[in-house]
């Protein structure tokens, strides 16, 4: 292996998921300290720590080529791994790491930029004669322009941000009355996001399903698949729960957009990991979205069904090495379903409730693999996103998958932010979701309520709001909490204590 | 400490979907699901901090807010608003609420720290439940605030490139 040491240009669950697999391939890591977390635990994982701490600069350093490229040649790491996120899908930061001999883990700076296009990549997929929803043959100049473009290709439509990911600067429009105000939002938010405003327009498929082609390529042309993973449970664009295989997908369906995957693949001359996005109607047509040319957040339900480590193949690949795995060798063997724990508030629409992760405990039965950043005392900051743990579940079938996600699901234990726990316990409760005919609409059209909470559980609340009621009013002086360490606290005075935090 | 409230025997939590639970005081130790008794035990240690135990089970709970009879409560990631109200609090509740009627008035508050990136409505347009009002920018990703209720914008205090704290009122609505 010429790769010894690796950067890790990144923080939290994707950190520390990539350093287990450099350590057992014995391959030292380097972290970066960050002033906004000082204390994280992916730092504790490598075998070098880098203080940067006092970097005063106003680009946070996982965004700053410069300064990685610095510590990387300092640290003399030989490569450099990119995670997801930050820096990942950056056609000249890959090209930066090469042009200083460091080992960019990831695809070719040309692949990145051609796949990060998405007005590029919708030629290069027309090109090749990949199925897609119709669409503006590039980016769009104005208002007026896009108003235009809707009328021929038929409302709704959707307006995409052309070097976009993760939903931002996408907007769907229903109605010409309406194209001015959106174009200008995500426009707006497109530059904001990506430093480009340029956005392009795309037919809308209503109601459809969400079926992801996990790629992996080497330098020598060789390009499988494997498999699908389903990640329809979405809110806002971002994807909560993801599952593999898709129970939408027979064989046949999967060979023929999997072959497609590998093609548009090729168009490319990918290499390392890389996954190919369809969306798929109910009528089974499926229309290539776009391919981000990095490991995915999703990543583990793949290893799971495939038993294949995702991070190691990228390492082998970018230190030259050919795919030991042809496409007859890729068999996928039961279920996975990953539950992304966020630091979010699901009585909120979602929004982020960043802070400090006073008592975390999560599940280390044999059916689940846990891949976090956290622990107890972790703070979850604003500037970062909202990702406490990731659970990944295993079942032979979806059945016995859904059952196993059930019990984890309890006994996870996180105090100090709100979760999406009880959007998970709640999803996998739901008869659309058992059934599987669920699509990307099925957050915001078949639920009304966003959460499980049984029916005594607002009775038992009640109770302790009375009973705080009484200590506070009548002066009970019988404090009613049984401390199991002797310690004499109210848990008033607790909650206090810990809001001063 | 007042007679009054030595003689209460019974107290109403009220949720703010006024659901009403009656809790006997003193209070019991116990809660009734048909004709048995359950032990509520609230405990904390350093493993779970604090929690309620019930039915074998453990429920993670947090006191968000108190301010006078009115609680938020964090019990198992969800939170409940209640007012605890006693016989006669209850009672004088109910002749004020059957004089004047529902709220009138809706105040849209930023569910999260965050920059407002545009604001959607002028004062005196007419809104539907469900309607963008203002973008507000938290954690990377841009969220609509929808309006909660049909009304009329009486009052815009949010403006566009300024930061907001939790809960500060971004728009005012009267309902109609």
């Keep these: ?501 | 400490m007042p007679a009054d409230k030595l003689n209460i025997r019974k107290l109403y939590a009220l949720s703010s979907e006024n659901r009403r639970f009656c809790f006997s005081q003193p209070l019991k130790h116990s809660i009734r699901i048909g004709k048995r008794d359950y032990e509520v035990k609230l405990k904390a240690d350093d493993k779970y901090g604090t929690y309620i135990l019930w039915k074998n089970r453990k429920y993670p709970v947090e006191i968000i807010r108190s301010r006078q009879n009115k609680y938020e409560i964090l019990f198992n990631d969800i939170s409940y608003t209640f007012t605890v109200e006693t016989p006669f609090s209850l009672k004088r509740m109910k002749v004020l609420s059957s004089g004047k009627g529902k709220a009138e008035k809706e105040y849209l508050k930023a569910p999260m720290p965050g920059k407002i990136i545009d604001v959607l409505v002028r004062e005196g347009a007419s809104v539907l439940r469900g309607e963008p009002l203002v973008i507000l920018e938290a954690m990377k990703m841009q969220n609509e605030i929808q309006s909660p209720v049909n009304g009329t914008v009486i009052k815009v205090s949010a403006r566009a490139n300024s930061n907001v704290m939790k809960d500060d009122v971004l728009v005012e609505i009267k309902i109609s």
Aim: charged share 25%.
């Design chain 1, 1 to 501: 292996m010429k790769i010894k040491r690796i950067l890790i240009a990144n923080r939290g669950e994707i950190a520390v998921r990539i350093m287990k697999t450099a350590r057992r391939m014995k391959i030292e890591t380097i972290t970066v300290k960050t002033v906004l977390e000082p204390n994280a635990m992916y730092l504790a994982h490598s075998d070098i720590v880098f203080d940067n701490s006092e970097d005063a600069s106003e680009i946070p350093v996982f965004l700053n080529i410069e300064r990685l490229i610095e510590i990387a040649l300092e640290t003399k790491a030989d490569a450099i791994h990119p995670g997801y996120g930050f820096l990942a899908e950056n056609a000249y930061f890959a090209q930066k790491c090469i042009d200083n001999n460091i080992t960019f883990i990831g695809p070719s700076p040309d692949a990145i930029y051609k796949m990060g296009n998405k007005t590029i990549a919708r030629r290069i997929a027309l090109a090749a004669g990949i199925p897609m929803a119709s669409g503006s043959e590039g980016n769009i100049g104005n208002e007026e322009e896009a108003v235009t473009i809707a009328e021929k290709i038929g409302y709704p439509v959707i307006i995409k941000a052309a070097s976009g990911g993760g939903g931002r600067g996408m907007r769907i429009v229903r109605k010409s009355e309406e194209m001015e105000k959106m174009f200008i939002i995500a426009s707006k938010e497109a530059e904001k996001a990506f430093n480009d405003p340029s956005v392009f327009i795309e037919k809308y498929i209503e109601n459809p399903k969400h079926i992801e082609f996990q790629i992996l390529g080497d330098t020598k042309g060789n390009v499988i698949h494997l498999g699908e993973r389903e990640c329809s449970i979405q809110r806002k664009h971002q994807k909560l729960l993801e599952e593999a295989p898709s129970c939408a997908l027979d064989d046949s369906l999967r060979e023929t957009m999997g072959n497609i995957a590998v093609q548009i693949s090729k168009a490319v001359n990918y290499s390392s990991a890389g996954t190919v996005e369809f969306l798929l109607d109910s009528d089974k047509n499926f229309y290539f979205m776009e391919m981000n040319t990095r490991i995915q957040v999703e990543h583990p339900v793949t290893e799971i069904i495939t038993g294949i480590d995702l991070i190691e193949q990228q390492i082998r690949v970018a230190n030259g090495e050919s795919l030991k795995y042809r496409q007859s060798d890729i068999k996928l063997t039961g279920w996975a379903i990953e539950c992304r724990i966020n630091a979010e508030d699901v009585q909120a629409g979602f929004a982020p409730d960043p802070g400090r992760i006073e008592k975390l405990s999560l599940p280390s039965d044999p059916y689940v693999r846990v891949d976090t950043g956290v622990q107890s005392g972790s703070v979850i900051v604003p500037s970062y996103d909202s990702m406490i743990a990731k659970l990944i579940i295993t079942g032979k079938d979806r059945k016995d998958a859904i059952r196993n996600c059930k019990m984890a699901l309890d006994k996870v234990w996180i105090k100090g932010t709100k979760t999406t726990l009880p959007f998970f316990r709640m999803l996998v409760r739901n008869q659309k979701f058992q059934d599987g005919t669920f699509t990307t609409a099925f957050i915001e059209k078949d639920l009304d309520k966003f959460y499980l909470n049984s029916e005594y559980e607002e009775m038992l609340a009640a109770w302790l709001a009375t009973k705080l009621f009484i200590e506070e009013n009548y002066n009970e002086t019988s404090i009613n909490v049984d401390f199991e360490n002797g310690k004499e606290m109210s848990p008033w005075l607790l909650n206090k204590r810990i809001n001063q935090f």
